[in-house]
């Protein structure tokens, strides 16, 4: 049987020190290979400087970001900040205005600061967002367009299976609901958003995520629970994404330095890559 691919994505990489240490933490233990940087993160310039020297073979893609910290370019974006250029939208509002011409031509230029900032530095490999904003589907087509001209191969998509996880309390509480909601309009604008894939030719993505049923929540039982659904399946990439906010409590962060869980994964033919190698081998999913 021919393995899945499986990335374990850390997403919010230069918003703040904790996440950074939650990188490079989980970097040292080899569980953490992919991550995506936020251009206007506050610890951007540490990710940059101190964090990635110290990671050589770290994956990094675009986490974009409109929808919280200040923006990059907000004299020429005034749709999306208020007067001390903070980003102002809910993702409601965002998901409103996305019809709105203006609003997509303001949105496309802080989207091109944001790539082009991070790409001084280095080559992304893929781009996600924060909040999954890029995930509304007339976003989601202008973030194709622009990793067709900024040449970054992928795109993440957020269709995710059903899936329980063991651990009763996890769905006691207003979160997971909320969660639900999400992973339904999602999944929804994920079947949107693959054909409207089909247009660039140059642009791949994951097949399926692991991770919106339990966000804030996340743990080694649910990223299990999330693969567990695609044990019999082959040839699949999935992608799974955590926040490992530095905190030895906080379980995302410990997801980081499960070795017990990296074993369990590997042994239930799921193959750890990143994007770039996946690039790098010319893989295509269905």
């Avoid at 393995?3 to 950074?20: E, M, R, T, V």
């Avoid at 490079?24 to 251009?39: M, P, Q, V």
């Avoid at 903070?86 to 965002?94: G, L």
């Avoid at 890029?134 to 622009?146: A, K």
Wanted: with cysteine.
């Amino acid at each position: 049987m021919n393995s899945n691919k499986f990335i374990l994505n850390a997403d919010d990489f230069g918003i703040n020190q904790n996440i950074n240490k939650g990188v490079l933490d989980g970097y040292n233990s080899g569980i953490i290979n992919s991550t995506s940087l936020c251009a206007n993160g506050e610890c951007f310039d540490l990710a940059i400087n101190d964090i990635l020297p110290k990671c050589p073979n770290l994956c990094i893609g675009v986490h974009l970001n409109i929808i919280e910290g200040k923006a990059l370019c907000p004299e020429k974006t005034p749709l999306l900040v208020d007067n001390y250029g903070n980003f102002n939208n809910s993702w409601t509002e965002i998901l409103r205005k996305s019809f709105d011409k203006e609003f997509l031509r303001q949105v496309e230029i802080e989207f091109c600061a944001q790539i082009e900032k991070i790409k001084t530095y280095l080559k992304p490999a893929h781009i996600d967002s924060h909040v999954h904003t890029h995930g509304i589907p007339n976003l989601f087509e202008l973030t194709c367009r622009l990793a067709d001209k900024y040449n970054i191969p992928y795109v993440r998509t957020q269709y995710e299976k059903p899936y329980i996880t063991p651990v009763l309390e996890k769905h006691l509480n207003l979160n997971y609901a909320i969660n639900q909601i999400k992973v339904i309009l999602l999944n929804t604008f994920s079947k949107m958003n693959k054909n409207t894939l089909k247009k660039y030719q140059n642009i791949k993505t994951n097949d399926y995520l692991v991770g919106v049923s339990y966000t804030g929540m996340m743990d080694d039982k649910t990223v299990k629970s999330g693969l567990n659904v695609f044990k019999n399946q082959e040839n699949l990439l999935i992608e799974s994404l955590i926040h490992p906010y530095f905190n030895e409590k906080q379980q995302e962060y410990n997801i980081g330095l499960n070795q017990e869980m990296k074993y369990w994964i590997e042994k239930n033919n799921f193959e750890f890559t990143t994007y770039k190698k996946i690039a790098e081998l010319n893989y295509e999913t269905v």
